[in-house]
């Protein structure tokens, strides 16, 4: 670095942060096509909230790991209660409850408890002594910590979170030095339970998203509308896509929610196979440099929770991309940076800028020299 750039300059983590600036702004460019070739209503606010997400996931990098670890588990007990409240006075859209209504913010509690069940079972980890990792007593305080804010979210209903929830906990769990002999009793249990969720937890809704997956041509106007829509949108993209501005399953609105869940579709018409390959290579280079972080930390919380949250971002970009390509269940997941919304947006950005702070501190060297069990 030239000698003349200050050095908290020079120091900034500037390469995960071209990274995601390069995929937002992808991200509005498509929403400003889906819009009609407008800023509003989503292509503007777009690029407010990554600005203000970017600039708050460079203050989190700030924080030192000792002060992360000592508000993790305030932190988790405030937004479980919230997710408690939710229950009781939460707002309610599209059938779901998941908001509080503050009157100048509508707080979605489940958002946060995905980087905090991460953050509090790696806490848990490194408090246990490493030799005790494969003892009941090292699993179902896990499992509690997940447990929990899992079901509080099932019951909003909210499938998709749930399930980021609780993928981020049992990846801490596996890095931690779980015994895979529980995770494989573990998937055997749950595929006997599927059938008793299906019936007795999933909505109706839920339950049509599922079946759509398994047979999406059996209904095409219905409830397979949407994946339908979505793989024609990809397909007639072809190699080079159809040019930007002339996407017509979505300027049709042939494609529904083509600005949040199904953007990548929206994308790959108007920018074919090349585009989607270099959105796919912009996250693989932002997971190399995730799981980079995790692996080089110096202690034992940082190599934990950087796993976790590893696993979070990867959640968020595997389900989506699967789901718009008809390869998983509609469960309401968004592509990080190009979708329209700003709660993942914020929760992909509190992960980063937890990971920011995880590179920060082996930069120091300021670990406590712990290690993985493997």
């Given at each position: 670095?030239?000698?003349?750039?200050?050095?908290?300059v020079?120091?900034?983590?500037?390469?995960?942060?071209?990274?995601?600036?390069?995929?937002?702004?992808?991200?509005?460019?498509v929403?400003?096509?889906?819009?009609?070739?407008?800023?509003?209503?989503?292509?503007?606010?777009?690029?407010?909230?990554?600005?203000?997400?970017?600039?708050?996931?460079?203050?989190?990098?700030m924080?030192?790991?000792?002060?992360?670890?000592?508000?993790?588990?305030?932190?988790?007990?405030?937004?479980?209660?919230?997710?408690?409240?939710?229950?009781?006075?939460?707002?309610?859209?599209g059938?779901?409850?998941?908001?509080?209504?503050?009157?100048?913010?509508?707080?979605?509690?489940?958002?946060?408890?995905?980087?905090?069940?991460?953050?509090?079972?790696?806490?848990?980890?490194?408090?246990?002594?490493?030799?005790?990792?494969?003892?009941?007593?090292?699993?179902?305080?896990?499992?509690?910590l997940?447990?929990?804010p899992?079901?509080?979210?099932?019951?909003?209903?909210?499938?998709?979170?749930?399930i980021?929830?609780?993928?981020?906990?049992?990846?801490?769990?596996?890095?931690?030095?779980?015994?895979?002999?529980?995770?494989?009793?573990?998937?055997?249990?749950?595929?006997?339970?599927v059938?008793?969720?299906?019936?007795?937890?999933?909505?109706?809704?839920?339950?049509?998203?599922?079946?759509?997956?398994l047979?999406?041509?059996?209904?095409?106007?219905?409830?397979?509308?949407?994946?339908?829509?979505?793989?024609?949108?990809?397909?007639?993209?072809?190699?080079?896509?159809?040019?930007?501005?002339?996407?017509?399953?979505?300027?049709?609105?042939?494609?529904?929610?083509?600005?949040?869940?199904?953007?990548?579709?929206?994308?790959?018409?108007?920018?074919?196979?090349?585009?989607?390959?270099?959105?796919?290579?912009?996250?693989?280079?932002?997971?190399?440099?995730?799981?980079?972080?995790?692996?080089?930390?110096?202690?034992?919380f940082?190599?934990?929770?950087?796993?976790?949250?590893?696993?979070?971002?990867?959640?968020?970009?595997?389900?989506?991309?699967?789901?718009?390509?008809?390869l998983?269940?509609?469960?309401?997941?968004?592509?990080?940076f190009?979708?329209?919304?700003?709660?993942?947006?914020?929760?992909?950005?509190?992960?980063?800028?937890?990971?920011?702070?995880?590179?920060?501190?082996?930069?120091?060297?300021?670990?406590?020299?712990?290690?993985?069990?493997?």
């Amino acid at each position: 670095m030239l000698s003349f750039v200050p050095r908290q300059v020079a120091e900034m983590p500037w390469q995960i942060i071209c990274i995601t600036i390069a995929i937002a702004s992808f991200g509005v460019i498509v929403l400003y096509s889906a819009a009609g070739g407008s800023v509003s209503p989503w292509a503007g606010t777009h690029a407010l909230r990554f600005v203000v997400f970017l600039t708050m996931a460079l203050v989190i990098r700030m924080f030192s790991e000792n002060f992360i670890k000592l508000w993790t588990y305030p932190g988790y007990i405030v937004f479980a209660v919230l997710l408690l409240m939710v229950e009781l006075v939460g707002a309610v859209k599209g059938g779901s409850q998941r908001w509080i209504d503050l009157g100048f913010i509508r707080l979605q509690p489940s958002e946060f408890m995905k980087p905090l069940v991460v953050l509090a079972i790696a806490r848990f980890y490194e408090l246990l002594p490493i030799g005790q990792a494969r003892s009941w007593g090292a699993i179902w305080p896990p499992l509690l910590l997940i447990g929990v804010p899992w079901f509080l979210v099932m019951t909003q209903p909210d499938l998709g979170t749930s399930i980021a929830v609780m993928i981020g906990g049992v990846t801490v769990m596996f890095l931690a030095g779980v015994p895979l002999r529980l995770f494989i009793g573990a998937g055997v249990a749950g595929a006997a339970f599927v059938p008793f969720a299906f019936f007795f937890l999933l909505k109706e809704y839920q339950q049509n998203r599922v079946l759509t997956f398994l047979d999406p041509e059996s209904d095409p106007l219905g409830t397979g509308y949407h994946i339908s829509q979505s793989k024609i949108a990809i397909g007639s993209g072809g190699i080079g896509g159809k040019g930007y501005l002339q996407g017509s399953q979505s300027h049709l609105d042939y494609l529904p929610e083509g600005h949040t869940d199904f953007v990548f579709a929206t994308m790959a018409e108007e920018w074919g196979l090349i585009g989607g390959l270099v959105v796919i290579g912009l996250f693989a280079l932002l997971l190399r440099w995730a799981t980079s972080v995790s692996l080089n930390a110096p202690s034992r919380f940082g190599k934990l929770a950087g796993g976790g949250l590893t696993m979070t971002i990867f959640f968020y970009i595997a389900i989506n991309l699967l789901m718009v390509m008809g390869l998983a269940p509609v469960v309401g997941i968004p592509l990080p940076f190009l979708s329209y919304g700003g709660s993942s947006m914020m929760t992909i950005m509190i992960c980063i800028g937890l990971l920011m702070g995880i590179e920060r501190s082996t930069r120091q060297g300021s670990g406590s020299g712990g290690r993985v069990v493997g």
